[in-house]
T-cell receptor
Framework: DAGVIQSPRHEVTEMGQEVTLRCKLI?????LFWYRQTMMRGLELLIY????????DSGMPEDRFSAKMPNASFSTLKIQPSEPRDSAVYFC?????????????FGEGSRLTVL | GENVEQHPSTLSVQEGDSAVIKCTYS??????FPWYKQELGKGPQLIID?????GEKKDQRIAVTLNKTAKHFSLHITETQPEDSAVYFC???????????FGTGTRLQVFP
């Protein structure tokens, strides 16, 4: 299996632009997690889905952020409009089990720079 | 909610020495404690985990201990090698939400 696939790996954009990050889950996994990693705040859970349904989005910073799972194998994280403080590495992770019973498989991340 | 603290933030050791990373957590109902290793430019990867019904678990050069009374758990790496150099994260489950809460990470450098 190719693992969790994220795109783009790097994105540089200007403040105010829309950013869309993409994630393809490992086949057979039914839980999907979006994390944000910064030096100041470490790894923060933004949102997670189980069987395509958002279970907890309390970590989403504000209304500028939205996430969707249009099907069982794919997810997008959208930031509109983007701001410099959104600069971070965004990770997607998938799992075949509940968070307290199984391994999270992380993608290689999307490094976002907002100028 | 769960709060996970991790120390030290950086750790440098000579090849062959042992390395210990410590974490504390706040939610006494937490029952699952994984450790992830993140290499440069990659996503975190699970290296070992422990559940609250055991006090210690070993996997070759890596071991994790758990003290539920004190609410702390530690990662021990023996006979360190340069390829152990990475950032290590501890984590704990927030019991009422099932969210995995990560510590702030420890950057381990193993010098040849």
């Amino acid at each position: 299996d190719a693992g969790v696939i994220q795109s783009p790996r790097h994105e540089v954009t200007e403040m105010g632009q829309e950013v869309t990050l993409r994630c393809k889950l490992i086949s057979g996994h039914n839980s999907l997690f979006w994390y944000r990693q910064t030096m100041m705040r470490g790894l923060e859970l933004l949102i997670y889905f189980n069987n395509n349904v958002p279970i907890d989005d309390s970590g989403m910073p504000e209304d500028r952020f939205s996430a969707k799972m249009p099907n069982a194998s794919f997810s997008t994280l959208k930031i509109q409009p983007s701001e410099p403080r959104d600069s971070a590495v965004y990770f997607c992770a998938s799992s075949s089990q509940a968070p307290d019973t199984g391994e999270l498989f992380f993608g290689e991340g999307s490094r976002l720079t907002v100028l | 909610g769960e709060n996970v603290e991790q120390h030290p933030s950086t750790l440098s050791v000579q090849e062959g020495d042992s390395a210990v990373i410590k974490c504390t957590y706040s939610d006494s109902a937490s029952n699952y404690f994984p450790w992830y290793k993140q290499e440069l430019g990659k996503g975190p990867q699970l290296i070992i985990d422990i559940r609250s019904n055991v006090g210690e678990k070993k996997d070759q050069r890596i071991a994790v201990t758990l003290n539920k009374t004190a609410k702390h758990f530690s990662l021990h790496i023996t006979e360190t090698q340069p390829e152990d150099s990475a950032v290590y994260f501890c984590a704990a489950i927030e019991n009422n939400t099932d969210k995995l809460i990560f510590g702030t990470g420890t950057r381990l450098q193993v010098f040849p």
